[in-house]
Nanobody
Framework: QAQLVESGGGLVQAGGSLRLSCAAS????????AGWFRQAPGKEREFAAA????????YYADSVKGRFTISRDNAKNMVYLQMNSLKPEDTAVYYC???????????????WGQGTQVTVSS
């Protein structure tokens, strides 16, 4: 069993930046694919970014491509989401997720954090 805890959310003005962190504990996190998902009020959860266990493969939703960067530090059991040029439509609860196997952009992940709120004001 793995536990994931997100941090780094907050309130930021449009055009600003935030870096989300996801701390993993429990099973060996370096073997995990990691992903970031988000859910805005009244909307379904959607994929934002994912990274392979080695960090060599990354995927991004079109809505965040070029603005967000996912990265990981397996020595520290951490995954990050650097978010730049934030827009009001990026406002959502952001969730870190983990799974074994191949990178996926759907929600079929085994482990989920509790989420961190990101609010972007216009």
């Amino acid at each position: 069993q793995a536990q994931l805890v997100e941090s780094g959310g907050g309130l930021v003005q449009a055009g600003g930046s935030l870096r989300l962190s996801c701390a993993a504990s429990g099973r060996t996190f370096s073997n995990y694919v990691a992903g970031w998902f988000r859910q805005a009020p009244g909307k379904e959860r959607e994929f934002a970014a994912a990274i392979s266990w080695s960090g060599s493969i990354t995927y991004y939703a079109d809505s965040v491509k070029g603005r967000f960067t996912i990265s990981r530090d397996n020595a520290k059991n951490m995954v990050y989401l650097q978010m730049n040029s934030l827009k009001p439509e990026d406002t959502a609860v952001y969730y870190c997720a983990g799974k074994y196997g191949i990178v996926r952009t759907d929600g079929l992940y085994d482990y989920w954090g509790q989420g961190t709120q990101v609010t972007v004001s216009s």
